[in-house]
């Protein structure tokens, strides 16, 4: 049996050292919002050299959000109405550059009343950095940089709502290659893939400034556009097939492509699925045309 004398660990101290070992940066605050203390993390996050630099300040005297009022609004019912406010998104200012954070903040109680609050927070910065550097690779069409298929889904469902919001109407264009397959029979898959890197450049140069262009798969191509006159879409519709079509020397080789272009306009089928079974439909009736006339 030990015959050691236990050893009385104060709350405070013990409260201390959960402080300066949880990896987040952690503070308080009396009932005007005013800073009594931090850990380390929190000092060492914004280059602080001192809790003193914070003690008896707000957010607002330490000038470190571009917008400091839902800030002080979400401290405000914490102390006023005693919630516990978890994960709230936002933005900071830290040694010049703007950072991402979450926070949360609950009352701070002594003798049954509120006095205060007690709050942490985590960077999210490289978090959202990474997630949007894989939002943007899993929305663009590896070979040409075009929006995908995928990315498709999504903005198509926008310009959707959008039309429902304010009938804002919108036409889509689907382009494919004539004969492609041939093209990539006879001269490799090497030589087509630089071909559609090549038509790829020449219909973003074509679009219109507020049209969305996207490699819908293979060598078909879709293009969104919200027109204010209907008068728009014949022009950009010749405009894009030219753009296609124009020659090109691709590894010293002179192709002349053949395309076939359809159009459809959203108000017309009120379904996104309609709207490209319609294009879709319009530009096989120009594919079959360029073979009858072949």
């Given at each position: 049996?030990?015959?050691?004398?236990?050893?009385?660990?104060?709350?405070?101290?013990?409260?201390?050292?959960?402080?300066?070992?949880?990896?987040?940066?952690?503070?308080?605050?009396?009932?005007d919002?005013?800073?009594?203390?931090?850990?380390q993390?929190?000092?060492?996050?914004?280059?602080?050299?001192s809790?003193?630099?914070?003690?008896?300040?707000?957010?607002?005297?330490?000038?470190?959000?571009?917008?400091?009022?839902?800030?002080?609004?979400?401290?405000?019912?914490?102390?006023?109405?005693?919630?516990?406010?978890?994960?709230?998104?936002?933005?900071?200012?830290?040694k010049?550059k703007?950072?991402?954070?979450?926070?949360?903040?609950?009352?701070?109680?002594?003798?049954?009343?509120?006095?205060?609050?007690?709050?942490?927070?985590?960077?999210?910065?490289?978090?959202?950095?990474?997630?949007?550097?894989?939002?943007?690779?899993?929305n663009?069409?590896?070979?040409?940089?075009l929006?995908?298929?995928?990315?498709?889904?999504?903005?198509?469902?926008?310009?959707?709502?959008?039309?429902?919001?304010?009938?804002?109407?919108?036409?889509?264009?689907?382009i494919?290659?004539?004969?492609?397959?041939?093209?990539?029979?006879?001269?490799?898959?090497?030589?087509?893939?630089t071909?559609?890197?090549?038509?790829s450049?020449?219909?973003?140069?074509?679009?219109?400034?507020?049209?969305?262009?996207?490699?819908?798969?293979?060598?078909?191509?879709?293009?969104?556009h919200?027109?204010?006159?209907?008068?728009?879409?014949?022009?950009?519709?010749k405009?894009?097939?030219?753009a296609?079509?124009?020659?090109?020397n691709?590894?010293?080789?002179?192709?002349?492509?053949?395309?076939?272009?359809?159009?459809?306009?959203y108000?017309?089928?009120q379904?996104?699925?309609?709207?490209?079974?319609?294009?879709?439909?319009?530009?096989?009736?120009?594919?079959?045309?360029?073979?009858?006339?072949?």
């Amino acid at each position: 049996m030990s015959d050691k004398t236990p050893i009385r660990i104060k709350e405070s101290d013990a409260l201390k050292c959960l402080a300066g070992l949880v990896p987040v940066g952690i503070f308080w605050k009396d009932a005007d919002r005013r800073f009594l203390g931090c850990n380390q993390m929190f000092l060492d996050y914004y280059g602080l050299s001192s809790v003193n630099d914070i003690i008896g300040k707000t957010d607002e005297d330490m000038g470190w959000h571009i917008d400091p009022e839902p800030y002080r609004s979400v401290e405000l019912q914490v102390i006023e109405c005693g919630e516990t406010i978890k994960n709230v998104p936002g933005q900071c200012i830290v040694k010049g550059k703007v950072r991402d954070i979450r926070a949360s903040k609950m009352p701070l109680y002594m003798d049954g009343r509120i006095v205060g609050l007690v709050g942490y927070f985590v960077d999210l910065t490289e978090e959202i950095a990474r997630i949007e550097r894989l939002t943007e690779l899993s929305n663009t069409d590896e070979l040409t940089g075009l929006l995908n298929r995928r990315a498709y889904a999504e903005i198509a469902q926008k310009f959707e709502s959008q039309f429902q919001k304010d009938n804002t109407d919108f036409v889509l264009f689907m382009i494919d290659l004539d004969e492609f397959k041939a093209i990539n029979d006879e001269y490799g898959h090497e030589f087509g893939n630089t071909l559609l890197k090549s038509v790829s450049r020449s219909l973003t140069d074509a679009s219109a400034a507020d049209s969305v262009l996207f490699r819908y798969g293979g060598d078909e191509f879709v293009i969104l556009h919200q027109y204010r006159s209907k008068s728009e879409i014949g022009k950009i519709q010749k405009r894009l097939l030219a753009a296609a079509e124009s020659p090109r020397n691709i590894e010293g080789t002179s192709i002349h492509l053949r395309a076939s272009i359809g159009h459809a306009v959203y108000s017309e089928t009120q379904y996104m699925t309609s709207l490209i079974e319609q294009a879709d439909k319009a530009m096989y009736r120009m594919k079959d045309e360029h073979r009858q006339n072949k």
